[in-house]
């Protein structure tokens, strides 16, 4: 095959290592870019494998790394759990991309995205549902602001038999308290 040409499907169009330092926001732009041209190509309807599989080769075409279907264990105890959940892509393993195509995008939808982003530790996601007419209103970006990596422990909350002070002072000795349940999302 010539190297300058295209390749004519996205099967096994995976690009597994980050190819070049770019900010999320600009990362973000172009992974919104390649799903609007697959949108435009495509319209709403069709399955949302499909739209993986477009948007995964339209990815590649702009050499962006990006890994399909990635298992996200949980940790419990110490001990990895594959619990069945799976990331639909990760982009230049910094962004998580959660696929749909339903009717209306749901809060279920937003909070699938944000236990993702929670586990992975990663930062941004974007969740894209392709059965709108105008893709535009099918995109949400959510941003994790959950400090704690996703391999270590929470700490407990105090204990109710604590008292007052007790919960006081080990509060005021803990430094992630305000930060706990940092998750927000951004439209």
Do not use: W
């Not at 995205?113 to 969740?127: A, E, N, P």
Request: aromatic content about 4%.
């Amino acid at each position: 095959m010539n190297p300058n040409s295209k390749p004519e499907s996205a099967e096994g169009a995976e690009v597994t290592g980050p190819l070049r330092p770019m900010g999320l926001d600009h990362l973000t732009d172009l992974i919104i870019g390649a799903a609007i041209e697959v949108h435009r190509q495509t319209g709403p309807g069709l399955m949302e494998s499909a739209y993986e599989e477009c948007l995964c080769y339209e990815l590649s075409q702009r050499r962006i790394a990006f890994r399909r279907q990635v298992n996200l264990p949980i940790l419990y105890k110490g001990i990895k759990l594959d619990c069945g959940y799976k990331m639909d892509l990760v982009v230049e393993d910094a962004i998580v991309l959660e696929l749909k195509t339903v009717d209306h995008l749901l809060p279920v939808h937003a909070a699938q995205l944000l236990t993702y982003l929670k586990l992975s530790g990663k930062q941004v996601g974007l969740l894209m549902n392709f059965n709108e007419p105008i893709l535009k209103k099918g995109l949400k970006r959510l941003v994790n602001h959950f400090s704690i990596p996703a391999n270590e422990p929470i700490p407990s909350a105090p204990s109710a038999r604590q008292s007052r002070e007790d919960t006081k002072a080990a509060l005021s000795n803990d430094p992630l308290k305000t930060r706990r349940l940092g998750v927000s999302a951004v439209k």
